[in-house]
Each structure stands twice: as C-alpha cells, then as structure tokens.
C-alpha cells in the first residue's frame, strides 16, 4: 500500500479535472464526487498508516519513485514521494480533516450557484497540499507549494463579485510571491553547495557544509515560510483571506496551508540544527508573532478575523518550536495537529453561526446564541477550551510542551522566549474568551430580521467529530510520549533538558494566566453588556484593530518605492525611448496623424538608442579593456 | 588565383532544400492558380505537406546520424545533432504558424490584407476587397523564413550567416506589412523593423569585416583559432566581435536593441506576430548558441560582461514596462523583451548544460506565445454595425473573458502561467533548466536578477489571467467585443497548450533528446 501513496495525489486531483471539465452536467452530483476523492484519499492514507505502523521504527520511510523528471546534466531530478512518519502525519491530517470540511461544504454552499466548482477548487487544494507534504525534493514540494497557493487564491476570490474579496485574493497572492522567492532562492543555494535538491542528498550533506551557508539557506526557507504561514512581516493577507467561504478558511487557512511553513522548517531540521543563528530568527519571528496575533485578535470585532489572528498567533507557537531545534520540532507538529483539529472545528462553529445570522460576522451584534445552537455553542466551546489550554484538552499538552521547552536554554534566551509563550497563554485566554462569550453569552444583540437556528446534520456532525478530537486527541497522543517517539525517526531523538523554572511552576503559572484571562474576558464581555458599535478607543487598540497598520507599513516600504520606480522607468521609456509610440496607444485617430507620425523621427530615436548602446558596450570592452 | 569548386554533401541539406524549393514552387502556385480560394487551399495543404516532410527528413537525419555529424561544405555548413534540434524546433512552429496564417473568421475573412499594394483606405483595396482577393504569397514567404531560420542554425560562416539572415529577415518585413486591419499601423511597423533591421545588418556585416580583418578569417572554427593566436586585447578584433553581437542580440530582442519589438509586434498581423515572435528568437537563439561556443570562446571573459549587462537591462526594463501596458500585444513583446533577458542568462559561463537548455526553453517560450497570439486573434471588436471587426487588444476589453468563453480563457492562463514559469508548465522546467545551467556556470548574481525579474512579471502575467477571471463583466461588452471561434486558430491553441502541459509534466523525453544534442562538430583543421 505504501507504494500506492500515488493515488492520495491522483484521486482529488482526477476528481477536481472531472468536475472542471464536465461543467454544469455534474450540478447534481458534483460536490459527492469532491466528498468521495477526499474520502477515498484518507481511506488510502489510513491504510498506508497502519501497514507503517507495523514496521520497525526505522524501517518507516518509503521513497516511492513516480517517474524521472528533469534528468542528464548537473542535476538528475526524479519525482517521487517520501513516506515517512512526518508526511504521514500531515496526510492523516489533510484527508481526515479535510473530508470532515468537505461534508460540512455540501450543506453550507447548498444555495450556491456554482457548488461543484467550489468541490473543484477543494479538491485540487487537497491534491496540492498532499503532494506539497509528500514530495521527496524541494523542487517537488516547490510544485505543491505554488498548487496551494493557487488553490487558497481561486478559493478566496470564489466570491468575486464583491470586489474587495477579488482584492484579498491578489493580496495573498502578492504576498505569497514573496515567500515563493525564499523558496527560490534557498533552493538555488542548495543547488549551488550541495548539487541536489532531493532532500535525502540535500540532508546528509547539510552537516558538512558551512555554518554561513546554512545559515543563509535557513533564513531563506524562513522567508518562504513566513509567506505561506502568514508569520512576520509576511502576516497581512491572513485576515483579508478570510473573504473566502467559511470552509475554506477552516481548512486552508486553518488546519493545513497556513502550517506548511511549519512542515518546511521541520522538514529541513538538519539544515537548521546546523545554522544556530537561523534557529533564533525562526524562534523569535514565532514569538513575536504569536504576541502580535494574540494582539490583534483583542481588537477584532469580526469573528472570522479575530480567529485569523489567532491563527496567526497559533502558528506563531509552532514556528517558535520549530526553532528551539530537536526538542521543539516534535512539539511544534504535534500542536499543528492539535491547532487543525481545534481551530477547524471553530472555523466551522463560526460558519454554523454565521448560517444563522444571515452571513453577519460581526460579534457586536451577536449574543446569547447558546440557547438558540446548543450543537454550535458545545462543539464550540470544546475548542475553546482546548486552544485555551485547559486540561485535560488537546491544547494544553501540546501547547504547555512549547512552553516546557521554550523556557529550556541559557541566556537571554529562555527568559523571552518562554516569556512570549507564556503571556501569550494569557492573551490568548483573553480574546478566545471574549470571542467565545460576546458571541454565545450575554444578552442578544441580534439585528431585527435574524432568526437563530441550529444549523442541518451535515454540517453539525462534522463539527462534533472534530470537538471530539478537541477534547481528547492531545491527551491520546501524549500519553506515554506516543507522538514524539512517532516522530522520532524523522526528528531525531532529543535528550531531555531541565527548564530554567522547574515544571509544575510553568504549568502552574501558565494555568493563573489563562485563568486571568479568562476571568477578566467574562468581566468585561460576559456579565457586562456589550456596545454594539465599536466603543472610541485608546491609540493601541485602534492600532490592533487596523492590524497595526501593517498595510500601510507594506504600502510604505514595498508599494511606493516600486510604483515609484516604475513611473520613474516608464517616464524615461516613454520620452527618451519611446517618443509617441505611446500616444499611439493612446489615440489611434485619422489617417493624417498617422502618416505624420510615421515621419517623425521615431525610428531615428529607435536607431539612435541601438548606437548609443552599440558605442557603450565598444567604448567599454575595446578602450576600458586596453 | 585558383577557385577551386567547393565540394557539397547535398544529402544532410535535405529538409533545408525542400522548404526552399517548395517556397520558390509557392510563388508559382501565385501566378498559375487565378481563384484566390483554390489558391489559398493549395497553398496551405502544400506548406503543410511540405513542412512535414521536411520535418520527417529531419527526424530521419537525426536517428541515422553517425558520429558528430557531417560537414555539408568545408567551414561553411555543417549539420550535426544540435543544428538538427534546432531545426526540428523551428519547423513545429512554422507547421503551427503556417496553420494559423490560414485561419479566418466565421464571416470567411483572413487576417491579411486583400492587395498587399494598395494603400490603405484607397479605392483599390476596397475594390480588392469586394471581389475577395486574398494575399497567399504569405505562404510561400512563411517557406522562405522558415527554410532560412533552418540555415540559419547549421551555417559556420559569419558571411554565409549574413545570407541566412537576410532570407528569413526580408520575408518578415514583407508579412509583418500586410495586416487586414489597421494597416497604416502594420505599414509602419515593417517600415521600422525593416529600417532598424537594415540598420542592425550593416552593423553585423561591419563587425565581420572588422573580425576578417583581424583574423583573416570568416569561419567560426578558423576565427577561434586566430583568436587564440593573436593578442586576445586587439581592438579590431573586439570591436569586431561587439559587432556581430549586437547584430545577433537585436534579432534576439534584447535590451538596448529592442526597439523595434513593441511596434513590430503589435502592427504586424497577429499570425505573424505568433510566428515571428516563436521562430525568430529560436533562430537567434541557435545562432548566438553556435557562434560562442564554436568561436568566440576564448574571448569569454571580454565579452562576458556585455552578455550580462544586457541580459539584466532586458529582463527589468522588459518585466517594467510590461507592468504598465495597457495593449495585449504590446504587453506580451515587451514580456518577450524580458525572455531574450532570460535566454542571455543561460550563457553565464558557457556551461554545457545551456546548450541543452535553451533548445527547451525556446521551445516552452514559442509553443506559449503561437498559443497565447492565436488566442489573442480570436479575441475581436465588433464593429457599429455588427460585424466582426479588428482585434480587441485593450486589457480593458478583455475583463470577464473567463466567464464568456472559460476554455479560451483558461487556454490564455495557462500560457500566461507558463511565460510566468509556475510549476506543472513548460516554462517554468526551462527557467529551471536555464537558471541551473547559469549556476553551473557561476553566474548566481545573474540568476538572482532573473529569479526577481521573473518574480515580478509574474504580476502582469497574472493581472490579466484576474481581469480574464476575476473581474466582472462590464456592462455591454458583450456588444462590443466577440469571441470568434475559428476553428484552425482553435486547433492551434489546443496544440500549443497540450504541448505546454505535458512539457510541464513529463518534460524527461525532450529533455533527454536535446541533452544528446549537446555537441556541435567543429572541423578541427582543412
């Protein structure tokens, strides 16, 4: 069955050309075709998981070779997959979650036109996203990544009509591209040093190479990784993606897209244990992103942003583990996984509520929804409590390991480290909290022409199985350190270091912040009333709500200069070079401003620029060479 | 003085001769055949048959080859493995150009002029017009740029190259002249790619008298030699070289010798533009591909920095001003401005890996742009009175494309991805190819201006794939702008695209073939 792990790719792929190509014919059965493919992928999966669960633990990867690629010259490419325990772990992830979000789809996009197009775009986005996870060289995962990012970008614009969602869809491609160029470049780094880019010739040879040269492939991933995971300064186009349909963002920009920076980091750990400064930049974007997530997410009013921020913030948490080295990397993917479960299913609890406010995202003028969707409000509520990190909820073993193992280290380093996580624990209590109770508790805010309802079985079924692996997948996984030894062939076995605080401190701490937090949520959002506009605010909250004028920021630094630089371009094309050439663009008007065109000058100016550079390039090989 | 008769191999010639031949027997079938239609079936099924041939007798060439290959005529010609690649990559596009020059609308009207003398808007051609004349002397010119772009690979000669040159050159001028529509626009564009043209061939000419004059040679192989000999700092000689270069580059494209690009493609009959834009660069390409690595070699690090200065003013002046067009047409000649940037990088140290990267890079880049042309020709206004009018090439005029026709469409997208080089098409394993031949090569500063370039182009690229798809349909566009679906422009999009996925997907096959035909036979001495 390992050998078949092509079909995870094959089947949601053939199922999307199906449903592309046979248009509006498949209206009917479309989105149970999309069901069945993202099925059958798990199925799949599961069964290649159980035939690698009895192997020996070092016996687990499996390079299955699909077919030669790029073959002769320096580089001899092949594609093929890599099956290992860390590729399995995300294609359990993918398929199960993901199938779980297409069922929840079939009743959520029902009254949608265009459903099976819809099916389309989820299936690819499957298809991609496991490739991108079980490609065996950066250049394959290089096709998977920019099939994702396709994939999130058709799927954020599925709305287009409204302009300014076709707007967040070129952001998040715009900003996606900038990430793609860390790809790039580290590839073409690796290229360079070590001739390969498979990464089992790439990984064996990274010990020996040069810490600068690791250091530099390393920060060039982060790049790439900060772009796809929505990590500083790369954060912008999360909450604007969140304009796509509700299960798109619990699955792409939830569960598994956003992680894959995560998975690439993790992925190149050798590249990365052997470039320490790299690790501390990866370490310290996480922290800082998760503080500026979690800062965010205060200010939002709009429940799909203040969960984007909290995203953010979450990933932010496994980017700061993927950079401790060895003792974060297991901990990190282990979050990941706890995050899909917790955060899809409240993704699909706001899509639930939004179905019952008439498509309103705004919590101000929500409330007191408990007694009108009790299947909503519980499932909710389980994820809550998990991304809260109460026990015995998955969150608190995976995030309370972060925490362990960020306060691990000498020197400054644990202290800021595991200060971040730790206040982040705080926040991260306050706004879930605030989300939570400014939507479900209090008094009713609702606008006149809503009437709260619980949402059909299709939808609500889904979303109790993923509260379900909220409550007790991290305890499941944790015990016996279950899911660290699963890892432990792909990320090495790390020897246990003390925390500079001993243990039951951390817990204990981590446990009275989020209980302040939780408490001073309730204070202010549960038992007071809430204003349904948006109250005037301080300086620093207004600056959250506007994402800390990141977009301007972006306009500043990269938008102008290069508008500038265009213009500045252009001008100097068009009246030195170009002459009239782009009147005529302009205006194409009479014959006799053409013909006087025609004796104007401008193929002398044409002839001219030709001699100018013809004299330059003579003037400097023939006299600067003498 | 002795002339002693040169001995020819004829044989290998063999797929040049019959275009050649068939193209002089084309310009028979003008004067003999009266009825335009009879003359334009004949012509088409005759180039197509003939283009065929030629590239079976090509394939024959290459699986019976033995060794290098054969020298046809001592120093002058000479048809090895790489010439034969090249040649097999120009005749797909003449095969596809030739299917496109043929394709009309559903009112029956072709994309070329009725009478290619009458100036436009004059009593002749409206008479031309009413009795259905037709200019098919386009075929047989095709034939001859094509079987001269096919010399123009395997010639050894810097003066036997000046030949070549000038016989794919003037049938250009002639085909970039006969538009339907806009015509004033099309005569002007000849006039400056012929005027410029002109002026680039004295330039090259100049540079081969100057390097004879150094060398007293005009073979590549015996100029290699002579460089090696004398005092490699000879300003003759470099001056020479810059020369012939630049004669090589504007053919090319490239930055500062591109001027002649956005007019040429946007007045020029868009099955011409598709035809030109693919095989003139493949031919140019090829040449530029011989020339320095048979010749110029030893003087590598004199010229290197001329190729690299270029190549980066291409690929950001090419990638800049595309960002700001508002014209397809001008729009894909500056992007192609760009791509000559990205074909000059591959020569970063002259690494043999190049050789066989560029043969699929030009073949990735042409199969997009015949296809993205031929899409671009479906792509019509309608004129007040409801008939089909000249092409709609604002960008405005294409908004909503994608909900109109979405195959179309998505036909477009897909050769805008591959020219973008995003993964799964053809163009982005020739970037790859490309880009990894120049860090071979040690020319990682140029690859990182490239891999930049190609990132920021690849927002114009995508800005029409979101206006094709993600912008709304303007109101009354549906009156204003017409989708025609003729069927052979159709054909040809299909082709092209089919080609550029699985280029993408299984691009082993090919790539293999022009890795084996990574070797040029040099005559070592006569």
Redesign the interface.
Known sequence: MLTLTWLLIAVPLASAAVLLLAGRRADAWGHWLGVAASGTAFVVGFVAFLQMLGLESEERATSVHL?????????NLDAGLLVDPLSMTFVLLITFVGTLIHVYSVAYMEHDADRRRFFAYLNLFVAAMLLLVLADSY?LL??GW??VG?ASYLLI?FW??KREY?TA??KA??VN??G??GL??AM?LM??YFGALDFDSVLSQAPEATTAQLTAIGLMLLLAACGKSAQFPLQSWLGDAMAGPTPVSALIHAATMVTAGVYLIVRSAPIFNGAPNAQVVVAAVGAFTLILGALIGMAKDDIKKALAASTMSQIGYMMLAAGLGPIGYAFAIFHLVTHGFFKAGMFLGAGSVMHAMNDQVDMRRFGALKGAMVVTWVTFGLGWLAILGVPPFSGFFSKDKIIEAAFVGEGWQPWVFGGAALIGAGLTAFYMSRLFFMTFHGKARWTDEVHPHESPALMTVPMMILAVGSAFLGLFLAMGDRFTHWLEPVTGHAEHHEPVLPVPVLIALTLILVAAGGLLAWLRYGRAEVPETAPSASLATLAARNDFFQDSVNRAVVQRPGQH??RT??YV?ATV?DGA?NK??RG?AG?GE??R??QNG??R???A??L???VI??A???VG?? | MNFVTPEIAWAPLAPIIIVLGAAAIGVLIEAFVRRPATRRTIQLGFGLVVLIAALGTTIAQWAALEGGGTTVMQFMLTVDRQALAWQTVILVFGILGIILFAARTRAGEPAFTALGSASPGSLEETLARRRGLEVTEVFPLLLFAVGGMMLFTCVTDFVFLFVALEVFSLALYILVALARRRRLMSHEAALKYFLLGAFSSAIYIFGVALIYGATTQTSFAPVGRAIDVISDRDPLLLTGVVLVLVGLLFKLGAVPFHSWTPDAYQGAPTPVTAFMGAATKAAATAALVRILYTSLYPLEWEISWMIWAVACLSMVLGTVLALVQTNVKRMLAYSSVAHAGFILVAFAGLTNEAVAALPFYLLAYGLATIGAFAVVSQVRERTEDGSVGAEAVRLGQWAGLGKRSPLLAGAMALFLLSFAGIPLTAGFIGKFEVFSAAIAGGGWPLVLVAVIASAVAAFFYVRLVVLMFLTDVPEGIEDAVEVEDSPLATLVVVVTAAGVIVLGVLPAGVLSVFESAAQFLVLSNG
């Open positions: 077919f030669s690629w790029i073959p002769g010259g320096e580089l250049l290089f096709v920019e099939g396709l614009g287009n009509f076709a869809a070129n491609f715009f591209r900038i793609d160029l790039i470049f073409g290229f360079s630089l265009t371009l252009v094309d070079v050439v005529q663009a194409w014959l053409a013909s065109r025609l401008q193929v100016s044409y002839a620029t030709m100018v550079g013809l390039v003579v400097v090989i023939v060479g003498l």
